[in-house]
């Protein structure tokens, strides 16, 4: 080949490459981000949590998509969706395969959507039993949505069972919520194991997005020992957000609402905005 000729096909082949990694890098920044909320203790806060930052993440213009992962169905039903007369869950998508377009639903927030869950979810670990790359099957569910959304949310239940494990391992990371009250450290050390082993084998990219404390309550000494604790323990992964104990968080979701439509200037909707814009700001 002509030297000239060389020198040009090696200046477009230079030019190719480097369009390609920054279109790569562009893709790659505008894709959702998915994060698990995760704790196999009961009680702590996980769907709480789930519904109130996806509503807050939204309202600050984020496009969400929240995921119930929990046979329990509480994050649909936050969110005012009625499970009785769903034809589509995650439960089929899962299962039978149903395109996951076909179960998400608008919900009364802007921006906001919902994939919703079952009590069929229930059975859904013993079906996927015998499946091919079982740990796999949320992940080719939801991988496909990312360009879509600013933020995936799934809502796990409080288990390690093979429906979480899909869930961490389609995630890019996982926010932990603490319970500000006794025995709150009990079971972590399980969790992050299982963290561990899933980031070892199934998801080498996950991270731990950070320990979020909830149930505060400033005028207890023993939650301000578990807060101390918990910052002594985990440092800088712990949220500076704080989610304080409100009534208020309690009431909204018999009303089908998160807490910043049912009462958007009470404390618990306050902590939830601050933790979706320091959450924002990580990703920034």
Same mark, same amino acid.
Request: proline content about 4%; charged content about 20%.
């Given at each position: 080949?002509?030297?000239?000729?060389?020198?040009?096909?090696?200046?477009?082949?230079?030019?190719?490459?480097?369009?390609?990694?920054?279109?790569?890098?562009?893709?790659?920044?505008?894709?959702?981000?998915?994060?698990?909320?995760?704790?196999?203790?009961?009680?702590?806060?996980?769907?709480?949590?789930?519904?109130?930052?996806?509503?807050?993440?939204?309202?600050?213009?984020?496009?969400?998509?929240?995921?119930?992962?929990?046979?329990?169905?509480?994050?649909?039903?936050?969110?005012?969706?009625?499970?009785?007369?769903?034809?589509?869950?995650?439960?089929?998508?899962?299962?039978?395969?149903?395109?996951?377009?076909?179960?998400?639903?608008? $919900?009364?927030?802007?921006? %906001?959507?919902?994939? *919703? @869950? +079952?009590?069929?979810? #229930?059975?859904?670990?013993?079906?996927?039993?015998?499946?091919?790359?079982?740990?796999?099957?949320?992940?080719?569910?939801?991988?496909?949505?990312?360009?879509?959304?600013?933020?995936i949310l799934i809502d796990c239940s409080p288990s390690l069972g093979l429906i979480t494990v899909n869930a961490l391992t389609a995630?890019?990371?996982?926010?932990?919520?603490v319970q500000c009250e006794y025995f709150a450290l009990e079971g972590i050390s399980k969790l992050l194991n299982t963290i561990k082993?899933?980031?070892?084998?199934?998801n080498p990219a996950l991270e731990i997005e950070g320990f979020l404390l909830t149930m505060f309550d400033n005028r207890l000494r023993?939650?301000?020992?578990?807060?101390?604790?918990?910052?002594?323990?985990?440092?800088?992964?712990?949220?500076?957000?704080?989610? $304080?104990?409100?009534?208020? %968080?309690?009431?909204? *979701? @018999? +009303?089908?609402?998160? #807490?910043?439509?049912?009462?958007?200037?009470?404390?618990?909707?306050?902590?939830?905005?601050?933790?979706?814009?320091?959450?924002?700001?990580?990703?920034?």
């Amino acid at each position: 080949m002509h030297v000239g000729n060389l020198i040009k096909h090696f200046t477009l082949t230079y030019w190719q490459v480097y369009f390609v990694r920054v279109y790569t890098h562009f893709i790659l920044q505008n894709m959702g981000k998915i994060i698990s909320l995760a704790n196999q203790k009961g009680g702590v806060g996980k769907t709480t949590t789930a519904i109130n930052l996806a509503a807050s993440l939204a309202s600050l213009g984020k496009k969400v998509l929240l995921v119930d992962a929990d046979p329990q169905a509480n994050a649909s039903s936050g969110l005012g969706i009625d499970i009785r007369t769903l034809q589509f869950t995650i439960y089929e998508c899962l299962i039978d395969g149903v395109p996951s377009t076909q179960a998400i639903h608008p $919900t009364e927030v802007e921006n %906001l959507f919902v994939l *919703p @869950s +079952h009590i069929d979810l #229930v059975g859904a670990e013993i079906e996927m039993l015998n499946m091919d790359n079982r740990e796999h099957v949320m992940k080719n569910l939801l991988s496909p949505l990312k360009p879509a959304y600013d933020y995936i949310l799934i809502d796990c239940s409080p288990s390690l069972g093979l429906i979480t494990v899909n869930a961490l391992t389609a995630s890019d990371s996982v926010i932990i919520p603490v319970q500000c009250e006794y025995f709150a450290l009990e079971g972590i050390s399980k969790l992050l194991n299982t963290i561990k082993i899933i980031k070892s084998k199934l998801n080498p990219a996950l991270e731990i997005e950070g320990f979020l404390l909830t149930m505060f309550d400033n005028r207890l000494r023993l939650a301000n020992q578990v807060f101390a604790e918990v910052k002594k323990h985990f440092q800088g992964m712990v949220f500076e957000a704080v989610i $304080t104990r409100n009534v208020r %968080l309690s009431e909204a *979701p @018999s +009303h089908g609402k998160p #807490v910043l439509l049912y009462d958007p200037e009470s404390k618990g909707s306050c902590n939830y905005m601050d933790l979706a814009k320091e959450l924002i700001a990580k990703q920034a």
